[in-house]
Structure formats: structure tokens, C-alpha cells
């Protein structure tokens, strides 16, 4: 059973228009919401993170939405550049505050391709 | 500030051997994880330390994967005897300890080949 699904594999836009990724939850006890990007042979690079309590998040070209009552996020990155090109990891926690199980539960990823 | 560590990066062994992982987390990280990445899916939690303590092994398969991490830095996830489906990259990944919503940082993975 997928808790965290992301259901583009991959995803093809042109250099400088906004890229929209999509992600979908269905466990509750989630409350800590991460995404990831990875380039090929390196682990996963942390992009940005929204708590539950929030409904946006923005660092420079990258916006991530919640909305907790439809168990759905949304990275947005705008204006879209050529190293943006790589695969987008969405990721969830149950809410941790110190010394608990806060391990990951990854979605299966969207590969994004930014086309000049 | 040095990264996650991992080694070796690569590593190919015939189906029932053995094989371990080693993983050197960001220094002043008290919470340490290793996750599988099979190819084609996210990364799974395979197990989360809080200092050399265990705190989440519920994914681990115990029959055959074990981990520790005795003085609380450094952990190695030994695999024996390997199976066909444990061809995959394994992640560690490390957080500070004692606050609330830290994002986790990886290391860039061990890739295991089982022949």
C-alpha cells in the first residue's frame, strides 16, 4: 500500500516556464513534508520542507502548496532552468519531536526534463 | 561541513554471500537512518538510530539484515546471506538530534549487485 504517491513519472517543460510537480497522501499521521531532488549516482538532495501547519513554503524559485484536506502537495519551480533537470522525490513524516521514529516514506519519484 | 560519508560506493557479490556497509553521518548528527532504494522506487526505511540506540527497525528483515552503531557515530548494515532482491542502493542519511522538523541529509549510496 503506496502512502506517498506521485503519479507522473516524468514530466517535460521549457526552460523558463513554471514546472509543477504533484504528490498525494493517504496517511493522516503524516505532518512533516519534504522534497528531494536526486541527480543520477548521487543520494537524494533535501529542495524544501513545509510542516502541516503551514499551507505554503517559499525558498527563491521553489514554492511547495499543502493542502491537508485533499492529502495533496505541490512543488512548484519557477522560472524552470536546465539544472533543474533530475528526479523529484516527495517525502512525508509523522510529526517528530526529538527521539521518535521520523523515518521517511518516499513517493516513487517524477522525473522532470527541462527542454531549452 | 563534510557530508554523509558512505563506502564503498559500488559493490557486486554472488547471491548468499555476505557483504556490510559503512556510514559516517554529519558530525554533531545524533539520529542516523539507512534506507534501500530499489531501482525504479523511492528510498525505504530500513532503520533509525537515535544515538546507538534503535528507535524504528519494523522494515528491517531481520532474517538476514542487521545494523548497529555501537559509539553512536559510525554504522554498518551487514546483509548475510544475500538475495537476488537485495540488488539496490543503500542510503544513510543523518539528522540533529532533539528538534522537530529537521530534513534528513544523504550520503550518495552504496550500489549492491547480487550475481
Known amino acids: 500500500d503506496q502512502q506517498v504517491k506521485q503519479n507522473s513519472p516524468s514530466l517535460s517543460v521549457q526552460e523558463g516556464r513554471i514546472s509543477i510537480l504533484n504528490c498525494d497522501y493517504t496517511?493522516?499521521?503524516?505532518?512533516?513534508f519534504l522534497w528531494y531532488k536526486k541527480y543520477p549516482a548521487e543520494g537524494p538532495t533535501f529542495l524544501i520542507s513545509?510542516?502541516?501547519?503551514?499551507d505554503k513554503n517559499e525558498d527563491g524559485r521553489f514554492t511547495v502548496f499543502l493542502n491537508k484536506s485533499a492529502k495533496h502537495l505541490s512543488l512548484h519551480i519557477v522560472p524552470s532552468q536546465p539544472g533543474d533537470s533530475a528526479v523529484y522525490f516527495c517525502?512525508?513524516?509523522?510529526?517528530?519531536?526529538?527521539?521518535?521514529?521520523?523515518?521517511?516514506?518516499f513517493g516513487k519519484g517524477t522525473h522532470l526534463i527541462i527542454q531549452p | 561541513e563534510a557530508g554523509v560519508a558512505q563506502s564503498p560506493r559500488y559493490k557486486i557479490i554472488e547471491k548468499r554471500q555476505s557483504v556490510a556497509f559503512w556510514c559516517n553521518p554529519i558530525?554533531?548528527?545524533?539520529?542516523l537512518y539507512w534506507y534501500q532504494q530499489i531501482l525504479g522506487q523511492g528510498p525505504k526505511l530500513l532503520i533509525q538510530?537515535?544515538?546507538?540506540?534503535?528507535?524504528?527497525d519494523s522494515q528491517l528483515p531481520k532474517d538476514r539484515f542487521s545494523a548497529e552503531r555501537l559509539k553512536g557515530v559510525d554504522s554498518t548494515l551487514k546483509i548475510q546471506p544475500a538475495k537476488l532482491e537485495d540488488s539496490a542502493v543503500y542510503l544513510c542519511?543523518?539528522?540533529?538530534?532533539?528538534?522537530?522538523?529537521?530534513?534528513?541529509?544523504f550520503g550518495d549510496g552504496t550500489r549492491l549487485s547480487i550475481l
Open positions: 542519511a543523518s539528522s540533529p538530534e532533539g528538534r522537530s522538523n529537521q530534513p534528513q541529509h
Open positions: 496517511n493522516s499521521m503524516f505532518d512533516y
Open positions: 513545509i510542516s502541516s501547519i503551514k
Open positions: 517525502a512525508a513524516s509523522p510529526e517528530s519531536s526529538g527521539g521518535g521514529a521520523d523515518g521517511l516514506t
Open positions: 558530525s554533531g548528527h545524533a539520529t
Open positions: 538510530f537515535q544515538n546507538n540506540g534503535v528507535v524504528d
